[in-house]
Structure formats: C-alpha cells, structure tokens
C-alpha cells in the first residue's frame, strides 16, 4: 500500500540545522575531532546561534505517535562533503531526540551502502549490500533493543530501496482478524523464542531467549529466529515453529504495510520498538545512507 508520504514529513522554513550551525562546525573542526567531545566543548556556542534546535521535538514526536514513523525534510547537510561535519551535525540533531547507541565498533554512525566484496568472503549485512531486506526489527538479538532508528540520505538508490513500515498495532489488529490469531498472539507473548546473534556481528551472548511480544513491544528478526532454532533443537516445537511461521507470513504479506520513499537530504526516524521496516528492492550501489540508532 503506498500511503501519502505528507503526512510524515515534518519541515522548518529554512533547513532543519540552519546554515550557521553547519559553518560554525566547519570552522571549529580539528583534524581528529571525536564527536561526542567536540560537541561537549563547543555545544553552548552552538545553542546560542541555534535558537529552534528543540522546536521540532513536539511535530516528530507526534508523528511517531500517530504513523510510527517522521521524515525530517531538508536537513542542510545535502551539500556537506566532510563526512566529520556531517556527523557532528547529525549528532546535534539527533540528541534533541534521544541519545544515541554506540555500535560494536564504537561508531555512532554507520554507513548504509554497498562494499562489494571488500571483507573477502566473511558475511556481510543487509546494509552492506543492495537488495531488498525483509521486515524485521533492529537489535531483535540484543537485551536491549534501541528505541529508534534513523535514517539520513545522502543518495537515495536510482531505482528503488525505498523504506517499509509496519507499525505493531496493525500487526496485532491483522492478528485479531485471523481464524488463529488468538492463540499465535498467546504463545507469542508467553513463550521464549530463540534469538541468534548474526555471525557478521562480535556477539557476546550468540543466542538471548525471549518472548517476541513483551511489554506491549516486538522483536523480530526471522533469519535470527530460525538460526536460533537450528543450534537448539531442542527448542524446535511444533508450536514455536507454527508461531514464527504464521507470524512472518502476517507480515510479510500485511495490508497496512506502508511504502515511504525518502529523498536526499532527508532522515527518516523509525520506532523500533512498535513496528518493523524493511526495504524495497534495488541494484544501485550508489545508494548512500548513514544509520544512527537511539535508545
Ligand atoms: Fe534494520
């Protein structure tokens, strides 16, 4: 279903970081400038030329609220080659939201784009390739999976690789709906599901049992599923493989999915906790996006 994309999208009258914001940082950046203490040092000059940085807080939160998802239109950071600026900037946006995670490697943001076949052969994630990737939720193997996750375009794909939403509640509506939906919605709430740590990430814990639905929230990932079941057998019952199966196929061919394209200087903000995003297919390895994840 292609939804209208207006709905979503939350603007300002000029650029979301305003231009001096983003030459201050020009100016001020060091060669080897950590973003975290770079910010702490100069973030009091910056609140003072960036009186509306917190006014867009109340638009995205409604948004989240009422689609599960905000695009924030016309970033300013479109025309920004330093990718040290482009993140100092996007941090400063991103912490009048929430704070950001650290990833595995201690970055705060990742790149979203092809590599080829740079890492030799070792696995490589949905974000490091093209293609389509099936709905799901982010960190589905962590404890604590994060809040949020963002989106910003630095090149969309030339031919797809346009954004999926599912928000949970229409989830659980789709399950009402179903002859067994009763009983899934049961076992999904009460039983453990073994959730596998992909093999390209460093995991500490290789499998985490819970339940897919818990505290009103999801985690579901369906190849971390069926992994987790393929190293404890013992966990394969009739009833956990019916769940996973009825489940993914509710999603995957769900009516309310919602298909969102997000254009250059946009960021896409996505509620991790109350719904699930996927990709549509494409083959453009130009396409260019940087992750950001907030707890
Ligand atoms: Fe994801």
């Known amino acids: 279903m292609l939804d209208k994309v207006h709905s ?54 409604k948004s989240i609220r009422n689609n599960g998802i905000a695009i924030l239109d016309n970033i300013g950071i479109g025309d920004v080659i330093d990718f040290r600026v482009r993140h100092i900037a996007l941090y400063l946006l991103l912490t009048t939201i929430s704070k950001p995670s650290i990833h595995s490697t201690n970055d705060i943001f990742w790149d979203v784009k092809d590599i080829g076949d740079q890492k030799n052969g070792k696995v490589i994630t949905f974000s490091e390739r093209y293609g389509e990737c099936p709905l799901h939720t982010d960190s589905a193997f962590s404890e604590h999976p994060e809040h949020f996750l963002t989106l910003y375009v630095v090149k969309p794909a030339n031919d797809g690789g346009e954004s999926v939403y599912l928000s949970f509640k229409n989830l659980l509506h789709t399950l009402t709906e179903h002859k067994d939906g009763d009983k899934c919605r049961y076992l999904l709430e009460n039983t453990d599901f073994p959730f596998m740590t992909p093999p390209s990430f460093n995991p500490n814990t290789p499998v985490i049992l819970k339940p897919v639905f818990q505290d009103n929230r999801v985690r579901f990932r369906y190849d971390c599923l069926i992994d987790g079941l393929d190293k404890y057998p013992e966990l394969r019952t009739v009833d956990r493989v019916w769940c996973i199966e009825l489940l993914n196929e509710l999603i995957e061919n769900n009516q309310f999915k919602k298909i969102v394209s997000v254009q250059k200087d946009q960021m896409i903000l996505i509620d991790n906790w109350h719904g699930f995003h996927a990709r549509t297919h494409f083959e453009d390895k130009s396409r260019f996006l940087i992750r950001a994840r907030l707890i």
């Open 8 to 61: 979503y999208i939350i603007s300002t009258k000029d650029t979301i970081i305003p231009s001096n914001v983003i030459q201050y940082i020009q100016n001020n950046i060091s060669p080897h400038a950590e973003i975290i203490d770079w910010v702490s040092k100069h973030e009091k000059e910056i609140d003072d030329i960036w009186d509306e940085r917190y006014e867009i807080i109340g638009k995205i939160s």
